[in-house]
């Protein structure tokens, strides 16, 4: 057997206090490693963590831990928002696109990668399968890189190939690939889809997050023709489409008959669907998701959330209020991107009011709240009620076509709102 190969403890052994440690992202996290490396942390103090947001546990951010493991978080997941509070973990605000730079330079440097790799095939290449975006300018920063290889990673095509001899330690693991199964959209959801829907043009190239909205969008689109899909991630939403020939990707200027993306997140389905296809097309996020790149393609269409958005524009999507929530991840990449675009429309789609009724449009954000897109790169919101094209507009001519797709029971409190700003 390669002398590379070890147990998950045994590959910890040399893991020093005040290392900084990078961690594959999403639904690729390294969760045998993980645990190995919780393990040896007890016994180390300062040890730094630094990754994007992360499917399935994270042990490090709990309390008894403190002194042992600080995590930094490029885009803030569910699992860590709790150490996000406690002080566990703390958030760095940064562009997606950007993320690569900061390892590349040295401005983050990185001691040890962990990643969740594909078997090798006959040439003794692995693939990282269904998260590049982050992955690839770790293992060119960090000297020490400790591989999972895992038989339940798909093979994907891409940035992401890399030969074993390339690792430090190599473990054995058979971790199932953490699944994200999406809830039935509701009615609000269908209506903003097709207003969606309704402004995309055949040949488009798309951006499609994961969630109810943009499964509404693809669901919607089945009457299209000649889409393509450059993403920073997308999800099972798109194999309909892909085996109807709705998306063939043929009209791209940048990969044309591909998909591109830089993680991947979603059921087995879709992870048996990006196996060793060569459609599918694996890159660095400082590639996917970099401006020039996007704005080549045509008729760029990218579909973003929002917490909130103000009468100007100005969108929040990180925060509630000063209370971190996720991060600006890729969309104002893909905002700009798509802005760029010969024929691009970047689209902010959200419910107009929150589960408990409140207004989501409003006169002010929250204090504290983040501006992810400013509302100088605003072009058209969407809510169920309709859809607002800010560009071009003054401010109160933003305010009147926000408050318009506003909620009915909220519209005449946002014009007075905005009436009184006005005079102020």
């Not at 057997?1 to 005040?18: I, P, Q, R, Y």
């Not at 006959?122 to 591989?147: F, N, Q």
């Not at 020939?245 to 087995?268: D, Q, S």
């Amino acid at each position: 057997m390669d002398k590379k190969f070890t147990t998950a403890n045994e590959a910890f052994s040399s893991l020093k206090s005040g290392s900084n440690v990078f961690i594959q992202s999403a639904a690729a996290a390294p969760h045998t490693l993980i645990k190995a490396m919780v393990e040896k942390g007890k016994l180390l103090e300062n040890v730094n963590i630094y990754h994007m947001h992360t499917e399935g546990d994270a042990p490090y951010i709990d309390e008894k831990y403190r002194g042992h493991f600080k995590t930094y978080c490029f885009f803030i997941g569910s699992n860590v928002r709790k150490g996000i509070h406690t002080g566990m973990a703390e958030y760095i605000p940064v562009f997606l696109s950007e993320v690569p730079a900061l390892f590349r330079k040295g401005i983050i440097p990185v001691d040890v990668a962990l990643l969740n790799v594909s078997t090798p095939d006959k040439h003794g290449y692995c693939s990282l399968g269904v998260s590049v975006d982050l992955a690839v300018s770790a293992i060119e920063s960090a000297p020490c890189l400790i591989a999972q290889v895992n038989r339940n990673m798909p093979r994907t095509h891409g940035a992401g190939i890399i030969h074993m001899s390339r690792f430090t330690h190599i473990v054995e693991a058979n971790d199932p690939i953490p699944e994200a199964i999406v809830s039935t959209p509701d009615e609000r959801d269908t209506k903003i889809a097709k207003y969606v829907a309704s402004m995309i043009e055949d040949g488009s190239t798309l951006q499609v997050g994961i969630g109810k909205i943009p499964n509404a969008v693809l669901a919607e689109l089945k009457n299209h023709k000649h889409l393509g899909i450059h993403s920073e991630m997308f999800s099972d939403g798109v194999i309909d489409l892909v085996e109807k020939g709705v998306i063939t990707g043929e009209c791209k200027k940048k990969h044309p008959g591909k998909i591109v993306a830089a993680f991947l997140m979603g059921t087995r389905r879709l992870y048996e669907f990006v196996d060793d296809n060569p459609m599918i097309e694996m890159e660095d996020a400082a590639y996917v998701n970099d401006t020039h790149i996007i704005r080549q393609n045509p008729k760029v269409v990218a579909i973003n959330g929002a917490i909130a958005i103000d009468l100007s524009g100005q969108v929040c999507a990180d925060s509630i209020g000063a209370q971190m929530y996720s991060g600006v991840g890729g969309q104002m990449d893909f905002i700009r991107g798509a802005s760029l675009s010969d024929g691009g429309k970047p689209i902010i789609a959200l419910h107009s009011t929150t589960s408990k009724g409140e207004s989501r449009i409003v006169n002010m954000l929250k204090p504290g709240s983040g501006v992810v897109t400013t509302r100088a790169h605003v072009h058209y919101v969407v809510t169920e009620f309709g859809i607002a094209n800010l560009y071009g507009k003054s401010t109160p001519q933003r305010a009147k076509a926000l408050i318009q797709i506003a909620h009915p029971d909220h519209r005449e409190s946002l014009a007075k709102e905005a009436f009184e700003q006005a005079r102020s």
